[in-house]
């Protein structure tokens, strides 16, 4: 599979397969939530990686930074041009009439002419091979931003994916506890009936079944925002999606998590290049300051129709050199402007390095907490539904009021929606730490799609003269599955 890494080379992670994470906290989860409602699957189940896809081959988003990166392409085929020669033909045709006093004698005839000129510029003082160099840079620079631009969509889709996972599964839990707290109501009024309670304690019943209700409408408005916000970036709305499984291989430590991020992250790449081309302009400009030399071959016709006798033609080569003496200070000016750029994209290395170093950094501590607050909340689970069992019982002979109750039940409905959160943010701290250190893309991911080739337009325009971009006229088919 082709990707904008090909402007790179091989990566370290490039060749990692996906390791497989046996998913023990999400069983014991789906066990301790009485459901599997995190590993929900189906006949018409949706992965993550299909989701992954979809918005890989549909978000606007990339397919713009995409047409972006091929606008860049073009520099090079322009900066390529200053080698090649310029054509010109210059054709005229006239009619000249002329009356001369005394005796009104008119003299009229016509005419016309050609002229043919072509311009070769051979030397330009290294401008040309700057700019060419330029443009190659600026282009490798627009392939890392491409990159970037693919990890932050594909991370926006985990996300979108794991907060429709967690969001359904929160309702699921609602939903469950609002049938649960609707019989007990039930049951408490048919124990006021025969006096084992009092008014109070159904009053307490109908309150939790109230807010219950209220929480589960809450719940299916945040199911739905979820469902739009991954709709916006996959371009479908999500159906019976399942909780992945399996990962990607990721860092072992924070200090490898750096090493890497340092090496690969694309926008320490980006600034890299940036760097690259503002050395390169300096050369652009200091061009000005050299001599242009510049040979010049012209043939000219002219025909005169009335005039016998009188026709010419001509051929003129001519080789001109043009030596800067004085230019009002301003090529020096933009000189020195170009180095400060230069010095800017150095200080922008720097900067980029910093924060891929404190992304690194927050990703895997980010990640290390999350597995540690499953562990607690898988616990306070546990514990909560032992704790529920016990006052149930004790309730049952007496010791403990409906209030007790409705209490040890709201504590397991919060530990089970805090595990559920837990694990959302579990996964997404993962690809927030793969995305760091420059692994969130299509190839290392092993999407099953086929991937963008940065290469393919590049290639088909770099030497390209006469062309207008009609693709879609050429190749039917090409641009849509390769350049866009």
Excluded: C
Excluded at 397 to 412: C, F, I, K, N, W
């Amino acid at each position: 599979m082709s990707s904008a890494y090909g402007a790179f080379g091989s990566l370290p992670f490039s060749n990692l397969k996906k390791a497989v994470i046996r998913p023990r906290r999400f069983l014991l989860g789906a066990y301790l939530l009485g459901g599997s409602l995190l590993l929900a699957g189906g006949a018409h189940a949706q992965t993550l990686d299909q989701a992954l896809t979809a918005a890989y081959e549909n978000n606007p988003t990339l397919q713009a930074e995409r047409a972006q990166v091929r606008s860049t392409d073009e520099g090079v085929p322009q900066s390529l041009g200053r080698w090649r020669p310029t054509v010109e033909l210059v054709g005229s045709l006239g009619y000249d009439s002329t009356t001369t006093d005394p005796g009104n004698i008119r003299d009229s005839r016509s005419f016309y002419s050609g002229t043919a000129q072509v311009t070769q510029n051979l030397y330009e003082g290294g401008g040309t091979t700057a700019r060419v160099a330029q443009s190659e840079a600026l282009v490798k620079a627009a392939r890392a931003r491409l990159l970037d631009t693919e990890q932050t969509i594909l991370l926006q889709t985990v996300s979108a994916f794991m907060d429709v996972v967690r969001d359904r599964a929160v309702l699921d839990l609602n939903q469950q506890n609002e049938e649960r707290l609707k019989r007990q109501l039930e049951a408490t009024g048919d124990r006021f009936e025969v006096g084992e309670v009092t008014r109070t304690d159904v009053a307490q019943a109908e309150s939790r079944v109230s807010g219950a209700q209220a929480d589960r409408i809450a719940a299916k408005g945040n199911l739905e925002v979820s469902r739009a916000a991954y709709q916006q970036v996959v371009g479908e709305l999500p159906g019976n999606l399942t909780s992945p499984s399996n990962f990607p291989a990721i860092p072992s430590g924070r200090d490898e998590a750096i090493s890497l991020a340092q090496e690969r992250n694309p926008r320490v790449i980006a600034a890299i290049f940036d760097l690259e081309s503002a050395k390169h302009f300096v050369r652009v400009e200091a061009a000005d300051l050299l001599p242009t030399v510049d040979l010049v071959g012209s043939a000219q016709a002219n025909r005169d129709v009335a005039r016998k006798g009188t026709d010419t033609d001509g051929f003129r080569v001519t080789a001109t050199v043009t030596v800067p003496i004085y230019q009002q200070g301003i090529a020096t000016s933009e000189i020195r402007e170009a180095r400060q750029d230069e010095a800017r994209a150095q200080r922008l290395i720097d900067e980029a390095q910093r924060l891929a170093t404190e992304d690194a950094t927050a990703a895997w501590e980010t990640y290390k907490s999350a597995l540690a607050q499953i562990r607690a909340r898988e616990d306070e689970v546990r514990a909560t539904s032992i704790a529920l069992e016990g006052v149930e019982q004790e309730a049952a002979v007496g010791s403990r009021t409906v209030l007790d109750v409705l209490d040890a039940e709201q504590e397991l409905l919060d530990a089970r929606v805090s595990l559920v959160q837990a694990q959302r943010d579990e996964i997404v701290a993962r690809y927030d730490l793969i995305a760091a250190v420059g692994g969130m893309n299509a190839v290392e991911l092993q999407l099953p799609v086929r991937g963008y080739d940065v290469e393919f337009y590049y290639n088909a325009v770099r030497n390209s003269v006469y062309d207008l971009g009609t693709w879609n006229e050429i190749f039917p088919g090409i641009v849509e599955r390769e350049g866009d």
